[in-house]
Structure formats: structure tokens, C-alpha cells
């Protein structure tokens, strides 16, 4: 086989949707519409956080987009669901670099709400949950990820759809358990305010896994220890109604925040640390890798298919499809763009920014239906025209 001189928007194309295909049940075999034609379509709307009818009105030659609708409902039911999330952390492991799996790594776990507009029908497998007002609603679809934090990569390792009424401690428990399944060595992880609660602290606790959660200060009996003129260490007990109690260290940090007039606040910052030995400002520094994984739902927000569709399983599945698409992209960063050197393993990042790799993608789509961008001046403007017609 012939060594790899450059990297092709087709070559970066068939990659990703070999990856998909793979793990992914999404098959076509139709007269107009063949499988490559469901992704093509898919990961064209995804690179310009598009709906699927504007994607496929501005590829000529491409599926009506509903019959792509159609074979997405087929294939993703709301039964199905439990299945979907197996086969989308089974796609996201295929993309983890191998280095990952050979050292112990930091990271971190968080929530993300995909908001929901509509009325939300009666049932108990709506997977609608209520929550903080965001984006004008407050019902979400909600899924829980677990990424790694290493060597300036953001990569997801697991996935986990939440429905409503579920704990953390749940979430918690399937994200490790997948965490495992890739054969991955926690060094430490981190959660913020939402996850302090005891039946995470005896998760945690159980697995031996070394954790930094945040505290919030309002939650009842551990708002006193914020007092004197340093930082200092207590040991707090976390009461629950149904889950019991649980004891931990928490690092009482002080620290000053700079407001816009330009004066400093002082601020305390609460962090419960298990099976963590660090001093307090370490601590501190610690837990600030944890916005990484903010970064990586910044990502998904751009790629995110745009619905108004009712179904949970299509939903929950275009928010996996942008974590899995973002994890590819890393995966190409350590395939073909390794840096030759002694020393750790590295990776030209500067060479195929997540933009670029989205155009190739596009790119790529737009050569396969061989549609040039154009506006027709008079009379009815179709959004491009095929080569055919040039």
C-alpha cells in the first residue's frame, strides 16, 4: 500500500462515514436514496448546522428530504433508544488514540440540554426533562458525557441519554461503566456543582476513582466553613434523605475575582476532593481543566442538525452524531498529522482546524452530487445548479 502524501476531502469523507457506517444501524436501498446517500445528507447539514430539508434543496440530485426523514424514523424508534446509545459509544471508542488507553488520564463529566419547543406529550419515554430556563424553554433533551483532558486534547469516551427523574448517581455509574469498557485508567476527574450529591461521592468512593467536585456554597451546613483570611482544609458529612451520608474532604479556597469596574471581590471556591492529595491552590488549578469539556459542547452546538421533529430517538441521536463527528476529527489529528520527534506523542493542531475539516467534509458532498453554488437572476432562484447544467 502507497504511503499517504496528503489528506483529501475525499479521503477525510470516506473516513468519517466508515467509522459511522461501522457502528451506526443506518441503511438505505431505495430507488433515489442508497445508504452513502442518508450520510451524505446528514453530514452535509451537520457541517452547516442546517435542518435536513434545507440540506437536501441545496444538493441537486440528492434524496427528497422526506425520505431521508423516513428512513431516519425507521431506523431510530424511541424503543430503540437503549441500543442507539450502545452504538454510539461503541463509535466514539473506535475514535479514541491509542495512547489514551496506555496511561492513566484526567477527566471530566458534565450535562448538556438540547432545548425543546413544544407541548410535551404524557408518558414516561417523552426523554423530556425540565430544568433551568435556557434558550426560552425550560424542557431539554439531556445527554451526560465523559471526556478526556490530555496532552491539549478534547476527546469523548462514552455517552449516556438522560430521561427525567434520573439521578446523577446513575449517570455516573453508566459513564464509568463505559469509561471501563474502553479500557481507560482515571487519574482524576472532575464534575461540577451539579454532581455533588452523596450518591455520587459513594460512587466515586466504591470505584476508587480520585475525584475534585465543586461545591455550591448554599447547599445547607457547608456554607460556614467560607470564613477566615486564608484557604484551609475541613471534613464535611453530605446528608441524603435516600442515599445516606457520605464524608469528604473539601478544600476551602479563597480566592478574588476582578469585577468590570476593575475592583477585586473575594470569592470562595469549595472543591470536594476524594482520594486527592494536592495542596489548595493546586486543587484550584486542577479543577479549571474541567472547562475543556465545555469546549467540546461549544463544538456541538455548531454541528448540531436543527429539528422541530417530536421523535427522542432522532433528537438524542443528532446530538451523539456531533460527538462522534467531533471525535473523528481528532482522530484524524492523531491518524495523519503526527509530529516526528522523540518524546511523547504529538500532533500538529494549527494544520486541520475543526472549520477545515468541515469543509472538507462539504467539499466532499458537494463533488459527490457534482453541485456548484449559484443564484438564478430572474424568476424562481434554486439554491445551486449541477455541473451538468453550467
Not at 3 to 15: G, H, I, K, P
Not at 18 to 24: E, F, G, P, R
Not at 88 to 111: F, G, H, K, Q, Y
Not at 246 to 256: E, G, H, I, K, S
Request: charged share 15%; glycine share 6%.
Amino acid at each position: 500500500m502507497a504511503a499517504l502524501t496528503s489528506l483529501t476531502s475525499q479521503r477525510v469523507l470516506d473516513d468519517t462515514t466508515m467509522i459511522l457506517q461501522a457502528h451506526v444501524p443506518l441503511h438505505a436501498s431505495g430507488y433515489r436514496c442508497q445508504t452513502a446517500d442518508l450520510w451524505r445528507v446528514l453530514l452535509s447539514a451537520m457541517t452547516r448546522t442546517r435542518s435536513i430539508e434545507a440540506t437536501c434543496t441545496a444538493l441537486a440530485g440528492a434524496p427528497h428530504p422526506n425520505t431521508i426523514r423516513g428512513y431516519l424514523a425507521r431506523h431510530w424508534t424511541p424503543t430503540a433508544i437503549p441500543q442507539l446509545e450502545a452504538q454510539s459509544n461503541a463509535a466514539l471508542r473506535a475514535t479514541i488514540p491509542t495512547w489514551v488507553t496506555t496511561t492513566a488520564v484526567e477527566v471530566a463529566i458534565d450535562t448538556h440540554d438540547c432545548p425543546f419547543y413544544g407541548q410535551i406529550p404524557d408518558g414516561n419515554d417523552t426523554w423530556v426533562c425540565r430544568g433551568k430556563m435556557h434558550a426560552g424553554t425550560n424542557a431539554h433533551y439531556r445527554c451526560a458525557t465523559l471526556a478526556v483532558l490530555a496532552r491539549h486534547t478534547r476527546i469523548t469516551v462514552a455517552v449516556t441519554f438522560v430521561q427525567p427523574g434520573e439521578t446523577m448517581a446513575a449517570l455516573v455509574e453508566r459513564l464509568l461503566a463505559q469509561t471501563k469498557a474502553a479500557g481507560i485508567t482515571i487519574k482524576c476527574l472532575y464534575g461540577d456543582k451539579g454532581f455533588c450529591s452523596v450518591g455520587v461521592f459513594q460512587a466515586l468512593q466504591s470505584a476508587k476513582i480520585p475525584a475534585i467536585i465543586a461545591v455550591p456554597l448554599r447547599r445547607p451546613g457547608i456554607g460556614d466553613h467560607a470564613h477566615g483570611s486564608e484557604s484551609h482544609w475541613v471534613t464535611h458529612t453530605f446528608t441524603s434523605p435516600t442515599a445516606g451520608q457520605a464524608t469528604v474532604r473539601v478544600a476551602v479556597v479563597r480566592t478574588y475575582t476582578k469585577r468590570r469596574s476593575g475592583r477585586y471581590e473575594l470569592r470562595w471556591c469549595l472543591f470536594a476532593c476524594l482520594n486527592v492529595r494536592d495542596s489548595l491552590i493546586g486543587i484550584r488549578r486542577r479543577y479549571r481543566k474541567r472547562f475543556g469539556i465545555e469546549s467540546i459542547y461549544r463544538q456541538l452546538e455548531g454541528l448540531r442538525i436543527r429539528t422541530t421533529a417530536t421523535n427522542p430517538a432522532l433528537r438524542l441521536m443528532l446530538i451523539a452524531l456531533g460527538l462522534i463527528l467531533i471525535n473523528v476529527w481528532v482522530w484524524c489529528h492523531w491518524t495523519y498529522l503526527r509530529v516526528a520527534g522523540r518524546g511523547p506523542r504529538r500532533v500538529d493542531q494549527t494544520v486541520l482546524r475543526l472549520h477545515g475539516f468541515l469543509g472538507f467534509i462539504q467539499y466532499a458532498v458537494l463533488q459527490a452530487y457534482r453541485t456548484l453554488p449559484a443564484i438564478a437572476l430572474g424568476g424562481y432562484c434554486p439554491y445551486a445548479v449541477t455541473a451538468d447544467n453550467l
